[in-house]
């Protein structure tokens, strides 16, 4: 296979993934309370957006890169 037709196939994957998840979720541990040998942390869930238009234009690419990739080959 091509090296634009597996990118072109990746970038597809990536958009549906994408739209699929609307974001990555990823937890921290943040400490609380530290008074010497005393330490309390808390779990605090953070959320990076992952806006449509990401994954429209990674699918949208990963079709051109299709195309391209078949009329060369």
């Known amino acids: 296979m091509k090296t ?3 990118l072109g196939i990746m970038l597809i994957v990536l958009g ?3 739209f699929g ?3 990555i979720t990823y937890t921290t541990k943040e400490k609380v309370v530290d ?7 808390a779990e605090t ?7 449509p ?4 234009l990674a699918l949208v690419g ?3 890169l299709l195309v391209v990739g078949k009329k060369q080959g």
């Open 21 to 23: 998840y609307q974001g």
């Open 62 to 64: 990963g079709i051109v």
């Open 4 to 6: 634009t037709v597996i």
């Open 35 to 41: 008074l010497g040998p005393l330490q309390m942390t």
């Open 16 to 18: 549906v993934v994408a």
């Open 45 to 51: 869930e953070k959320t990076l957006p992952l806006p």
């Open 53 to 56: 238009i990401v994954g429209a």
